[in-house]
């Protein structure tokens, strides 16, 4: 009988405690550095690329190393005036997801005033579609992180109203597959991030009653791998981008004990570089923001006191969650 | 990727190039004070000044349409590029036939992009031609059979086209090559639910494949999840399958512990119960002796989660004693 697994093995002199400073200095000087070839390659998700470093740093209080006037300046220069959608870059196509981003960090900053929020009300509602689903831009791709990114944004701007929320729930409730879990298209595999993508849409839209929980979370808990680390679908390698994935999901369905919290976290403190700073996808691999971000949220949700607390849902630090007065669901058990 | 392709020593920058003299590039403007400094390389920013200089001018020229490739070639993740190739290809009313044949081999070189597969499908939109797409993706699907991209797409080409005919064939090849692929079993649930259906021959035929993998292979998360799916269109039930409970007390029977096999006797017991059809097999008591042994010895990793199944099915034993002589009418799901 096979039992074999895919995996990889944490090394005995790995990080076991958290580099909070090499963090912070890793996000504060990322992309200054002029021979940096990713950061250019990263031009086009530039928008989300400072959600990722600022959320990083406001969730270890550092975020005063950001340069906070020149981001609301460049977003507000990359709002298309015609669409009212928001762009990665200046000069870029508008798209919901950097446009999520812009909202993401300017209400984390208590500045979306610094943008036309009619403008952004408008471009969301005309990326709706007759089933309820949403389109990514005017090109029309489809996918439940789309939708996500559409409740997202509007709730952060306390226009929930604009939108049709039944057919939205209707329509990622179409993409629940027979395991329980969710992809990004009805039929489509079932698979962590776009999994986090449809709960996080219920929450926001308070209908978790419609999932089946026990299913999904057992789904959810079968990520986790004898490393600690959780993979994204099965027989596919760890992430550590999966332990935010799977436990913000699992902390939705307030079933995020049913995970072992103590290998996770070594698996996650693994990712850290003890020389550059940041986390990276596996032990040994190449830091960068994204994972980053996700390694440090995926410590507060396992409890982590030297991080402030995440929001589950949002991915945004609770007390901005809080300010802004929402109050995404979570599942009663 | 590790240098942005300056290989080629070839290549003339477009601030050299005569027939491009006529355009000012434009740098990349971050605001008065960027955010990030950003370097490229020598070759990605002259290409990329020029293609900001066609695009405030808005040029829709032959050039133009060759620099976008020049621009997507150094990255072909950027969409505003490939929004403007799309607008161009309108315009200039290009040969999509052409195109069809550029955007396969950019897929071959970048199989997990989103903007080179929607592409691709806006293309084959416009041609209303899906005659190479089980091809393309199968050949993706190759190199990397989870490939969520390539099966996306071929979804979506097989839904609007109706391509369901020998669908099913490559899925067995792709459970054959490897029983534990778990996007080639979602695959094969996409078919038989979108085209052959459900009835009962259906349902026996896919119990039986599915039992003879998990044969197989026993530890197989996705036959097992497989299994539970396909029972959802069973009107007997996970408990009222004869060939597969016997099938499960076989393989307990042989000394097999799989957490799946457990969990699914678990699953058993429990449509039992629910069903008030509980035998020596399956009830509540060995629901909680399968618990306690995934939670102790078999999945010790995620025994909180079996601990609390253990507990829902231990609180149904003691209601069970109590309510002895009634008629009690538990419902044992949330």
Excluded at chain 2, 158 to 184: C, P, Q, W
Excluded at chain 2, 204 to 212: D, I, R
Aim: hydrophobic letters at 35%; aromatic letters at 10%.
């Amino acid at each position: 009988m096979s039992f074999t697994t895919k995996d990889v093995v944490l090394k005995e002199d790995r990080p076991k405690t958290l580099l909070l400073q090499k963090h912070s200095d890793y996000l504060a000087s990322y992309g200054l550095n002029k021979d940096d070839y990713e950061y250019c390659m990263t031009e086009y998700l530039r928008m989300s690329g400072i959600y990722w470093s600022l959320t990083a740093m406001e969730l270890m209080g550092q975020s005063s190393r950001m340069p906070k006037e020149d981001i609301i300046e460049f977003i507000t220069q990359c709002q298309d005036s015609e669409s009212g959608g928001i762009s990665a870059s200046i000069g870029h196509d508008p798209h919901i997801l950097y446009t999520l981003s812009a909202v993401q960090v300017l209400a984390m900053y208590d500045r979306l005033d610094a943008v036309d929020i009619e403008g952004i009300v408008r471009y969301i509602v005309s990326l709706q579609q007759e089933d309820g689903s949403f389109y990514g831009d005017k090109w029309g791709e489809i996918d439940t992180r789309f939708s996500f990114c559409a409740v997202m944004c509007l709730s952060l701007l306390q226009r929930l109203d604009a939108i049709d929320i039944n057919k939205t729930v209707e329509f990622v409730l179409s993409c629940m597959n027979f395991d329980g879990g969710f992809g990004s298209k009805p039929g489509s595999e079932s698979h962590a991030g776009l999994i986090y993508c449809c709960v996080g849409t219920l929450s926001i839209c308070k209908r978790m009653d419609a999932l089946h929980a026990d299913e999904l979370a057992w789904w959810l808990c079968e990520r986790q791998l004898p490393s600690g680390g959780l993979n994204g679908r099965p027989e596919k390698l760890p992430d550590l981008c999966y332990s935010w994935w799977v436990m913000s999901s699992l902390s939705m369905l307030n079933r995020i004990h049913w995970v072992d919290k103590k290998s996770l976290e070594e698996f996650i403190l693994a990712c850290q570089d003890n020389e550059t700073g940041g986390f990276s996808d596996r032990p040994g691999d190449i830091t960068d923001p994204f994972h980053t971000l996700f390694g440090l949220a995926g410590l507060s949700l396992l409890g982590n006191t030297s991080i402030k607390p995440v929001n589950p849902t949002y991915c945004m630090p609770q007390e901005t969650i809080d300010r802004l007065k929402l109050k995404p669901q979570i599942l009663q058990i | 990727m590790s240098d942005c392709g300056d290989s080629d020593v070839l290549w003339i920058p477009y601030k050299e190039r005569p027939e491009w003299s006529d355009v000012t590039p434009v740098p990349e403007d971050d605001g008065p004070n960027p955010v990030v400094v950003i370097a490229h390389s020598e070759k990605f920013e002259d290409v990329y000044d020029y293609f900001r200089a066609v695009l405030q001018s808005n040029e829709k020229s032959e050039r133009v349409l060759h620099l976008t490739k020049d621009a997507l070639e150094l990255n072909p993740a950027n969409y505003t590029v490939w929004q403007y190739r799309r607008d161009l290809l309108k315009h200039l009313n290009t040969d999509l036939r052409t195109e069809l044949d550029y955007v396969e081999a950019v897929i071959k070189n970048s199989p997990k992009n989103y903007q080179v597969w929607h592409h691709r499908r806006v293309l084959v939109e416009w041609l209303q031609d899906p005659t190479m797409e089980l091809e393309l993706t199968g050949d993706a699907l190759l190199q990397d059979p989870k490939n969520y991209h390539a099966w996306q797409h071929r979804q979506w080409a097989i839904k609007t086209f109706g391509l369901y005919e020998k669908e099913l064939d490559f899925v067995d090849n792709l459970i054959t090559d490897d029983v534990r692929n778990n996007s080639a079993w979602n695959q094969r649930y996409f078919v038989v639910n979108n085209n052959l259906g459900w009835s009962d021959l259906i349902c026996q035929q896919e119990v039986c494949y599915t039992l003879e993998k998990i044969n197989f292979v026993k530890n197989n998360e996705s036959a097992w999840n497989y299994l539970r799916g396909l029972l959802i269109h069973d009107k007997r039930g996970l408990s009222g399958n004869a060939v597969i409970t016997s099938f499960c007390e076989e393989l307990y029977k042989n000394k097999c512990r799989s957490p799946f096999l457990l969990a699914f006797i678990i699953d058993v017991c429990e449509d039992a119960i629910k069903k008030k059809d509980t035998n020596c097999f399956h009830n509540a008591d060995r629901a909680v002796e399968l618990c306690q042994a995934l939670a102790t010895r078999y999945d010790k990793i995620r025994s909180k989660y079996w601990n609390y199944l253990c507990e829902r099915y231990k609180k149904y034993q003691s209601e069970q004693l109590s309510n002895d002589n009634k008629t009690n009418d538990l419902i044992i799901d949330e």
